[in-house]
């Protein structure tokens, strides 16, 4: 008996890790795009001028950050910004949404 509870916990717990790590990058990946469009809503108020945009001003503009992830923001000129969240997970994973792409990446 002792055994086959040994072995389902070998099976178990591996796959129980791959998924807690996905479902860290998820967040990661979630708080990318809210972010981005926090930056966005913040644009429509300055007629798209994105110079002043600090990631001090996505949270009033609707970004809420989940615990352990860090976001940051970074503006090229005063129309293209990227949105950057690193992942609590040690592995130097990020999530970045550039203004020109449109689209979130990941370097996972």
Not at 76 to 104: I, K, L, M, W, Y
């Amino acid at each position: 008996m002792i055994i086959i509870i040994g072995i389902l916990a070998a099976i178990a717990i591996p796959t129980f890790l791959a998924q807690r790590e996905k479902a860290i990058q998820a967040s990661c990946m979630s708080d990318t795009r809210n972010a981005a469009n926090a930056a966005i809503s913040y644009g429509a108020n300055t007629n798209g001028n994105y110079d002043n945009l600090v990631t001090g001003d996505l949270a009033p503009n609707g970004f809420r950050q989940t615990q352990g992830n860090t976001t940051t923001v970074t503006v090229a000129d005063p129309t293209v910004f990227e949105v950057q969240t690193a992942c609590p997970s040690g592995a130097g994973h990020v999530a970045t949404f550039n203004s020109n792409v449109g689209r979130v990446t990941n370097n996972w």
